[in-house]
């Protein structure tokens, strides 16, 4: 388990927002010289204070002053190893629960004031712990007290809420089972664990989901809501006393309760192997094999995230170079959940098409073969430790990075875990490795299993008209303004917190590459980001699309001085990482490192830009991994649905048009490594790219060594120019009947379809009317608390996600509304959608709605802008859209200057439901 964001091995993140979260990794120490994870108790550590209020509530605290901003978190020892045979999966719908409503705050109206209030803020639910988090402007800090210390004691859970938000959770369920690795890895799990309740993951069984009462709900509730089961964590810009303070004001009254917790069996030592297999509809074949591993504390855990990285941390690590480059496998991994009890080490990967299961498992054991026979080397072990340390120092970017660590870390037993963390994984050695190996990757410990897939016939568009969604619905006039009413005035609304006007440097180097410097001496670490505006999709041949893709992905394999375990190595030992990918109007560039080490990334970067060489037996590996991956996706409702989106939208020849999975397929059995070349040749040139850098560094420095790594690529001139026709939603109008037909690309085996309803725009990032249509989309579906969210998501629980958003870049890209869905409940999502659509079209919003709106806006700012990515991110905008060198410092006014007639006029202009292509992909009923 890693503890600091991405691990030093692999990443493997179940990132499931409002729901089931992810739990860092946890942290492993070796043999008996090792210390033990507990140390001595302090009140303050490395700048965390613990305090504890007399009902029992325990608060950290660590004051960070770089930014306006302040993550605040209640975490709750109260997750689905809380649970027993028949609740399955009820600490997450009681999580979903929590925004529905308290005695004096109305369903909807808690997301709805933090939205107001420029929040980030969600919630999460994992075996051994809930969180309720906001992330928001320092000075709004009290807000997200209140809000917290109201639902931890108020909470109503009205039944009618209930069931509708059953549906919610069964359709994120739904969501799940879509996925064959997902159901692969339950299945392991329910065999690995015969009567621990990790047996099961938090979303539960489906049954137990649509049957758990309400007041079972509400009395795991009272039982585990408590402030004496609970941990504050507040991580930002205040001042600890006065944080305290308002703790004590909020929470200090709350009276702490006994708490009787039910016994959880220990898991009995596995005694011999077990094998599971799931079949199912699919492509490629899958294994996971998982061996148990002892509980957080034990020593050996800082071990296994050695172990862990040795494995599957990176280019360098053995799971590369043995199943994927090998041609065997299309991904592998090593992970485990970092878990408070006693956990599973699991390893897995998938097949490459041809390869089958038995020969995967066959390079995964032998691996732990390697690891039990022979010690890693002195080099891995160094390598394993530097990334953790980089990761560590990243992590401190963040403030919402921070408080997670310290929140997961005193779920799992002790918040002073991760402050000693790099301490206790020096100690390993490489002897620790091995005995782990020896003693917990047995046979007689390992639970193996297998996804075998049921190969179905190509999926491939169907057209027929889907009941229900020929007309728009009646308007009902009772929800004429569907937004949620609160008890707060919108003039109680704080002014957003203004970003930090810290200055950029812009300059032009002689060879006409754009660099922009801004120094940031909070933590040493330095982000480049960047746009090489002559390299993306549009300028693919037509006969080659994917070609400008393809190509990006190639320069890390190999440069004229560098071979591909060379790159990896030099960036790996650090913990820094570089990146070229593509995109359909600029290929993306991308770097991190440690500030010590950005002279050395900076080389690696400039060396892959400029002088890949293409090597020719990597160029067939990347073919064969890139097919596999093609594969797979041939699987994926979500892959599907875009592609014929786009398609429906954009001609052939557009570059917006998507090829298809079987295009894509050909293009790249076909390419030859004289088109990369080519393309390489004829669009990777200075004169085009823009590179900013935010970070510990001192501006002149950084710019000379920009120079120093850039400044000999010669220009190229008479580079062609983007060029991306408008073909105009409201041009093809006439001929569209008034119907909307849908393209159905029919997946069997889904238990949830993926849902596109839109239409090809005509607004380009450079029109003045774009922040106008950023507050309709944020009305319209952005966040729960968006009309489309209150309405299709709360009020009739049709679906678990919905946005809205319209995509205008240097191109006028589509307006879509996506969604997942049981295939029963599309037609009624689908028919709400464009309802409300109509609603926003013919009668606009309300003056109260577009105030909330922009405050979100621009309170989210100053969170966004927390870390050296982000502000990276924010100048590259600036530069590739051509908005100014003080863009950051203005953005916040240019929405502060937009009025309800002008959004309504956008609306006017901007929505149609009478025009449009609607996606449904997955296993969707014919009608008759």
Do not use: C
């Not at 065997?328 to 080490?345: E, K, M, N, T």
């Not at 659509?837 to 700012?861: N, P």
């Not at 991110?873 to 916040?892: F, M, T, W």
């Amino acid at each position: 388990m890693k503890i600091f964001g991405p691990s030093l091995s692999t990443t493997f993140l179940l990132t499931l927002s409002l729901t089931q979260g992810f739990s860092v990794r946890a942290q492993p120490l070796g043999a008996a010289k090792l210390q033990a994870a507990t140390p001595a108790q302090p009140t303050r550590l490395n700048g965390v204070q613990e305090t504890e209020l007399p009902n029992g509530l325990k608060v950290l605290t660590k004051e960070v002053h770089t930014a306006p901003v302040v993550y605040f978190s209640v975490w709750y020892k109260a997750g689905s190893a809380n649970e027993q045979l028949g609740q399955s999966g009820m600490s997450h719908l009681l999580e979903h629960m929590m925004f529905k409503g308290t005695k004096t705050r109305k369903p909807g109206e808690i997301s709805a004031m933090l939205q107001q209030n420029g929040a980030q803020f969600n919630a999460t639910t994992f075996f051994d712990r809930t969180n309720y988090f906001e992330t928001l402007a320092s000075d709004r800090l009290e807000l997200a007290m209140k809000l917290e210390s109201d639902r931890m004691v108020n909470s109503l859970f009205d039944e009618s809420e209930h069931q509708k938000e059953m549906t919610v959770v069964r359709s994120e369920y739904e969501g799940g089972e879509n996925n064959p690795g997902s159901a692969l890895t339950k299945a392991v799990r329910l065999a690995a664990y015969q009567v621990h309740p990790y047996r099961w993951t938090t979303i539960g069984f489906r049954s137990d989901i649509e049957n758990i009462s309400r007041d079972e709900m509400y009395a795991y509730y009272k039982k585990y809501y408590v402030p004496n089961n609970a941990t504050i964590v507040m991580v930002g810009d205040f001042d600890t006393t006065t944080a305290l303070a308002n703790v004590q004001k909020y929470f200090g009254s709350i009276p702490r309760r006994s708490i009787e917790q039910s016994f959880i069996t220990p898991e009995p030592e596995q005694q011999g192997e077990r094998r599971v297999t799931v079949r199912r509809a699919g492509t490629v074949g899958q294994v996971e094999i998982a061996y148990h591993i002892p509980a957080f504390g034990n020593p050996d855990r800082y071990v296994f995230d050695v172990l862990e990285g040795a494995l599957s941390g990176g280019r360098t690590a053995r799971f590369f170079g043995a199943l994927v480059q090998s041609g065997l496998a299309s991904s592998a991994y090593a992970y485990d959940y970092g878990l408070r009890d006693a956990d599973l080490i699991s390893l897995s990967a998938s097949a490459q098409p041809g390869k089958t299961n038995a020969e995967l498992e066959k390079a995964l054991l032998a691996e732990v073969e390697k690891l039990q026979n022979t010690p890693i080397s002195a080099d891995e072990l160094k390598r394993a430790i530097n990334q953790a340390e980089a990761a560590y120092i990243f992590s401190q970017d963040s403030v919402q990075a921070q408080g997670s660590q310290l929140g997961e870390n005193a779920m799992r037993g002790d918040w002073r875990y991760g402050e000693t963390y790099l301490e206790n994984l020096r100690r390993v050695t490489p002897a620790d490795v091995q005995r782990v190996a020896r003693q917990y990757m047995v046979e007689r410990n390992r639970t193996v299993g297998y996804f075998e897939p049921i190969l179905p016939g190509a999926a491939t568009p169907q057209v027929r008209t889907a009941a229900n969604t020929d007309t728009p619905a009646p308007i009902n006039p009772i929800l004429l303004t569907p937004a949620v009413k609160t008890n707060a005035a919108p003039q109680t609304v704080a002014a957003p917190a203004r970003p930090t006007p810290t200055k950029s440097t812009r300059v032009v180097l002689g060879n006409g590459l754009t660099v922009v410097v801004q120094e940031n001496h909070a933590n040493p670490t330095v982000a480049v980001s960047g746009a090489l505006l002559s390299a993306g999709a549009v300028f693919d041949p037509a006969d080659k699309p994917g070609l400008a893709d393809f190509t990006a992905s190639q320069l890390s394999r190999g440069t004229q001085t560098r071979s591909l375990l060379d790159i990896a190595r030099t960036l790996e030992d650090v913990g820094a990482s570089t990146g070229v990918s593509g995109g359909q109007e600029y290929a993306s560039v991308s770097g991190r490192s440690l500030s010590r080490d950005f002279d050395t990334m900076l080389d690696v970067l400039a060396d892959e830009m400029r002088n890949p060489s293409f090597p020719a037996d990597e160029l067939e590996k990347a073919r064969q991994q890139t097919l596999a991956g093609l594969e797979e996706a041939r699987q994926d409702t979500g892959t599907l649905s875009d592609i014929a989106f786009m398609n429906a939208l954009y001609p052939a020849g557009h570059p917006y048009h998507s090829p298809t999975l079987d295009e894509q397929t050909a293009v790249i059995k076909n390419l030859k490594r004289e088109d990369l070349v080519a393309f390489h040749s004829n669009h990777y040139a200075p004169e085009r790219l823009v590179m900013t850098v935010v970070g510990d560094v001192d501006t002149a420095k950084a710019i000379a060594s920009i120079t120093k790594a850039f400044g000999r690529w010669a220009k190229k001139g008479n580079l062609p120019a983007i060029s991306i026709p408008d073909v105009g939603a409201m041009a093809g109008k006439a001929a569209t009947a008034n119907a909307v037909k849908p393209v159905v690309i029919a997946v069997p085996d889904k238990a949830q379809a993926d849902v596109i309803y839109g239409y090809a725009g005509h607004l380009k990032r450079s029109d003045p009317e774009f922040y106008r249509v950023v507050v309709l989309n944020t009305i319209m579906g952005s966040g729960l608390a968006s009309r489309l969210g209150v309405n299709v998501r709360d009020r009739l629980g049709l679906v678990y996600g919905i946005s809205s958003a319209t995509d205008a870049s240097l191109g006028a890209g589509p307006f879509a509304v996506r969604f997942g869905s049981n295939p029963q409940n599309v037609d009624k999502a689908v028919a709400e959608t464009r309802r409300q659509l109509t609603l926003a079209h013919d009668q606009g919003f309300s003056k109260e709605e577009v105030e909330k709106a922009i405050s979100y806006i621009t309170g989210t700012y100053a969170v966004t802008l927390s870390t050296n990515a982000a502000v990276a991110g924010q100048l590259l905008v600036a530069e590739v859209y051509g908005l100014g060198s003080d863009y950051i410092q203005k953005r916040n006014g240019y929405y502060q200057g937009v009025t309800v007639e002008q959004v309504n006029a956008a609306a006017t202009k901007y929505l149609d439901p009478t025009l449009g292509t609607l996606v449904i992909s997955g296993t969707y009923p014919a009608k008759q």
